[in-house]
Protein backbone atom coordinates (compact mmCIF):
# COMPACT_ATOMS: atom_id res chain seq x y z
CA UNK A 1 0.00 0.00 0.00
CA UNK A 2 1.13 3.34 -0.73
CA UNK A 3 1.64 5.58 2.44
CA UNK A 4 2.91 9.18 3.27
CA UNK A 5 4.18 10.39 6.75
CA UNK A 6 5.09 13.70 7.53
CA UNK A 7 6.35 13.03 11.41
CA UNK A 8 6.29 17.09 12.15
CA UNK A 9 2.71 18.40 12.89
CA UNK A 10 4.09 21.98 13.51
CA UNK A 11 7.42 23.88 12.76
CA UNK A 12 8.93 27.56 13.92
CA UNK A 13 11.49 29.10 11.64
CA UNK A 14 12.83 33.05 11.88
CA UNK A 15 11.91 34.92 9.22
CA UNK A 16 15.10 35.10 6.64
CA UNK A 17 16.37 31.33 8.09
CA UNK A 18 15.63 28.18 5.85
CA UNK A 19 13.71 25.40 7.01
CA UNK A 20 13.22 21.74 6.27
CA UNK A 21 9.96 19.74 6.07
CA UNK A 22 10.00 16.34 6.65
CA UNK A 23 8.48 13.66 3.86
CA UNK A 24 8.92 10.00 3.97
CA UNK A 25 7.03 7.91 1.29
CA UNK A 26 6.13 4.14 0.83
CA UNK A 27 5.40 2.76 -2.62
CA UNK A 28 6.20 -0.80 -4.54
CA UNK A 29 5.36 1.71 -7.97
CA UNK A 30 8.42 1.67 -10.39
CA UNK A 31 7.38 5.01 -11.34
CA UNK A 32 5.69 7.95 -9.62
CA UNK A 33 5.26 11.74 -8.50
CA UNK A 34 6.29 13.61 -5.60
CA UNK A 35 4.33 16.72 -4.61
CA UNK A 36 4.04 19.06 -2.09
CA UNK A 37 1.25 22.08 -1.54
CA UNK A 38 0.83 24.83 0.25
CA UNK A 39 -2.38 25.59 2.39
CA UNK A 40 -2.58 29.20 3.57
CA UNK A 41 -5.27 30.36 6.43
CA UNK A 42 -7.52 31.39 3.38
CA UNK A 43 -7.80 27.55 3.02
CA UNK A 44 -6.73 27.27 -0.90
CA UNK A 45 -4.19 24.24 -2.06
CA UNK A 46 -1.38 25.95 -3.72
CA UNK A 47 1.03 23.45 -5.72
CA UNK A 48 4.65 24.46 -5.19
CA UNK A 49 7.11 21.82 -6.66
CA UNK A 50 7.12 17.91 -7.83
CA UNK A 51 9.87 15.82 -8.52
CA UNK A 52 8.86 12.24 -10.52
CA UNK A 53 10.67 9.54 -9.70
CA UNK A 54 13.32 8.83 -11.89
CA UNK A 55 14.13 12.87 -12.05
CA UNK A 56 18.40 12.60 -11.20
CA UNK A 57 18.52 16.46 -10.19
CA UNK A 58 16.68 17.61 -6.77
CA UNK A 59 13.73 19.49 -8.18
CA UNK A 60 13.73 23.26 -7.68
CA UNK A 61 11.32 26.10 -8.14
CA UNK A 62 12.59 29.74 -6.86
CA UNK A 63 12.86 29.35 -2.93
CA UNK A 64 11.05 25.85 -3.14
CA UNK A 65 13.54 22.92 -2.85
CA UNK A 66 13.00 19.13 -2.95
CA UNK A 67 15.42 17.24 -1.49
CA UNK A 68 14.73 13.64 -2.53
CA UNK A 69 16.68 10.79 -1.14
CA UNK A 70 14.93 7.95 -3.16
CA UNK A 71 17.15 5.15 -1.73
CA UNK A 72 15.75 6.77 2.05
CA UNK A 73 12.32 7.52 0.51
CA UNK A 74 12.30 11.22 1.62
CA UNK A 75 11.41 14.06 -0.15
CA UNK A 76 11.55 16.60 2.21
CA UNK A 77 10.73 20.40 1.07
CA UNK A 78 13.11 23.32 1.72
CA UNK A 79 12.16 26.69 1.99
CA UNK A 80 15.14 29.20 1.82
CA UNK A 81 14.67 32.25 3.49
CA UNK A 82 11.50 32.36 4.66
CA UNK A 83 9.39 35.16 4.51
CA UNK A 84 6.35 35.64 6.95
CA UNK A 85 3.88 35.07 4.36
CA UNK A 86 5.22 31.16 4.21
CA UNK A 87 3.26 30.76 7.61
CA UNK A 88 0.89 27.73 6.13
CA UNK A 89 0.01 24.53 6.00
CA UNK A 90 2.08 22.25 3.68
CA UNK A 91 1.14 18.95 2.80
CA UNK A 92 3.03 16.33 1.07
CA UNK A 93 1.63 13.78 -1.74
CA UNK A 94 2.79 11.08 -3.92
CA UNK A 95 0.65 9.47 -6.64
CA UNK A 96 1.91 6.23 -8.29
CA UNK A 97 0.86 4.25 -11.07
CA UNK A 98 -2.89 4.65 -10.02
CA UNK A 99 -4.97 7.15 -10.55
CA UNK A 100 -4.90 8.33 -6.63
CA UNK A 101 -2.78 11.18 -5.02
CA UNK A 102 -1.59 10.66 -1.50
CA UNK A 103 -1.47 12.97 0.77
CA UNK A 104 0.51 12.77 4.20
CA UNK A 105 -1.17 14.76 7.25
CA UNK A 106 0.66 18.09 7.01
CA UNK A 107 2.98 20.40 9.05
CA UNK A 108 2.18 23.67 10.07
CA UNK A 109 4.91 26.09 9.78
CA UNK A 110 5.06 29.10 11.42
CA UNK A 111 7.52 31.90 10.43
CA UNK A 112 8.15 34.71 13.22
CA UNK A 113 10.28 38.39 12.87
CA UNK B 1 -7.02 31.38 -16.95
CA UNK B 2 -7.17 27.64 -16.03
CA UNK B 3 -9.31 26.65 -13.35
CA UNK B 4 -11.30 24.65 -11.21
CA UNK B 5 -14.34 26.03 -9.69
CA UNK B 6 -16.54 24.80 -6.93
CA UNK B 7 -19.79 25.85 -5.86
CA UNK B 8 -21.54 27.00 -3.37
CA UNK B 9 -17.77 28.05 -1.14
CA UNK B 10 -19.15 27.55 2.41
CA UNK B 11 -22.72 25.83 3.18
CA UNK B 12 -24.74 25.19 6.68
CA UNK B 13 -27.41 22.65 6.24
CA UNK B 14 -29.14 20.14 8.17
CA UNK B 15 -29.03 16.59 8.84
CA UNK B 16 -30.89 14.33 5.78
CA UNK B 17 -31.00 17.85 3.59
CA UNK B 18 -29.77 16.67 -0.03
CA UNK B 19 -27.59 18.86 -1.46
CA UNK B 20 -25.04 19.08 -4.35
CA UNK B 21 -21.50 20.72 -4.72
CA UNK B 22 -20.91 21.61 -8.14
CA UNK B 23 -17.09 21.71 -9.25
CA UNK B 24 -16.72 22.40 -13.27
CA UNK B 25 -12.58 22.73 -14.42
CA UNK B 26 -11.58 24.76 -17.93
CA UNK B 27 -8.67 22.12 -18.86
CA UNK B 28 -10.15 19.53 -20.54
CA UNK B 29 -8.62 17.54 -18.36
CA UNK B 30 -9.76 13.70 -18.18
CA UNK B 31 -9.26 13.27 -14.60
CA UNK B 32 -11.14 14.83 -12.05
CA UNK B 33 -11.67 13.61 -8.10
CA UNK B 34 -13.35 14.87 -4.58
CA UNK B 35 -11.37 14.96 -1.42
CA UNK B 36 -12.51 15.80 2.19
CA UNK B 37 -10.13 17.21 5.04
CA UNK B 38 -10.26 17.09 8.03
CA UNK B 39 -8.34 17.95 11.12
CA UNK B 40 -5.31 15.71 11.54
CA UNK B 41 -5.80 12.94 8.45
CA UNK B 42 -4.88 15.29 5.79
CA UNK B 43 -7.00 14.95 2.68
CA UNK B 44 -8.97 11.68 1.98
CA UNK B 45 -10.28 10.69 -1.39
CA UNK B 46 -13.82 10.62 -2.10
CA UNK B 47 -14.34 9.62 -5.31
CA UNK B 48 -12.43 10.35 -8.59
CA UNK B 49 -13.16 9.78 -12.54
CA UNK B 50 -11.06 8.77 -15.23
CA UNK B 51 -13.42 10.40 -18.34
CA UNK B 52 -17.09 11.08 -19.22
CA UNK B 53 -19.58 7.82 -17.19
CA UNK B 54 -16.30 6.50 -15.62
CA UNK B 55 -15.88 7.10 -11.74
CA UNK B 56 -14.53 4.69 -9.34
CA UNK B 57 -14.74 5.02 -5.45
CA UNK B 58 -12.06 6.53 -3.13
CA UNK B 59 -10.61 5.82 0.40
CA UNK B 60 -14.15 7.40 2.31
CA UNK B 61 -16.91 6.93 -0.35
CA UNK B 62 -19.63 5.87 2.31
CA UNK B 63 -22.60 8.77 2.23
CA UNK B 64 -21.47 10.17 -0.98
CA UNK B 65 -22.26 10.42 -4.66
CA UNK B 66 -20.89 11.44 -7.76
CA UNK B 67 -21.71 11.60 -11.73
CA UNK B 68 -19.62 12.61 -14.60
CA UNK B 69 -21.72 13.46 -17.55
CA UNK B 70 -19.47 15.81 -19.12
CA UNK B 71 -16.11 16.59 -19.11
CA UNK B 72 -16.13 19.58 -17.27
CA UNK B 73 -18.30 19.33 -14.12
CA UNK B 74 -18.42 16.50 -11.29
CA UNK B 75 -20.61 17.17 -8.78
CA UNK B 76 -20.72 16.15 -5.54
CA UNK B 77 -23.99 14.73 -4.06
CA UNK B 78 -25.05 13.86 -0.82
CA UNK B 79 -28.28 12.42 -0.44
CA UNK B 80 -28.66 12.19 3.48
CA UNK B 81 -25.72 14.58 4.88
CA UNK B 82 -24.48 13.72 8.36
CA UNK B 83 -22.73 15.67 10.89
CA UNK B 84 -19.82 13.33 10.27
CA UNK B 85 -19.56 14.80 6.77
CA UNK B 86 -18.86 18.25 8.46
CA UNK B 87 -15.71 19.17 6.87
CA UNK B 88 -13.85 21.02 4.01
CA UNK B 89 -14.18 19.64 0.35
CA UNK B 90 -11.76 19.92 -2.32
CA UNK B 91 -12.27 19.28 -6.13
CA UNK B 92 -9.60 18.76 -8.42
CA UNK B 93 -8.82 18.02 -11.84
CA UNK B 94 -5.38 17.07 -13.78
CA UNK B 95 -4.56 15.19 -17.38
CA UNK B 96 -3.47 12.03 -15.98
CA UNK B 97 -0.40 10.44 -15.53
CA UNK B 98 1.90 9.62 -12.45
CA UNK B 99 3.81 13.54 -12.29
CA UNK B 100 1.16 15.79 -14.13
CA UNK B 101 0.15 18.82 -11.39
CA UNK B 102 -3.25 18.21 -9.68
CA UNK B 103 -5.21 21.51 -10.17
CA UNK B 104 -7.54 22.20 -6.76
CA UNK B 105 -10.68 24.31 -6.52
CA UNK B 106 -11.04 26.54 -3.80
CA UNK B 107 -12.91 24.60 -1.04
CA UNK B 108 -16.06 24.07 0.12
CA UNK B 109 -16.51 24.56 3.89
CA UNK B 110 -19.76 21.97 4.74
CA UNK B 111 -21.66 22.33 8.68
CA UNK B 112 -23.93 19.57 8.73
CA UNK B 113 -26.34 20.37 12.10
Request: with cysteine; aromatic share 12%; hydrophobic share 30%.
Amino acid sequence: AQKITQTQPGMFVQEKEAVTLDCTYDTSDPSYGLFWYKQPSSGEMIFLIYQGSYDQQNATEGRYSLNFQKARKSANLVISASQLGDSAMYFCAMRGLTDKLIFGTGTRLQVFP
Amino acid sequence: EAQVTQNPRYLITVTGKKLTVTCSQNMNHEYMSWYRQDPGLGLRQIYYSMNVEVTDKGDVPEGYKVSRKEKRNFPLILESPSPNQTSLYFCASWGGGALDEQFFGPGTRLTVL
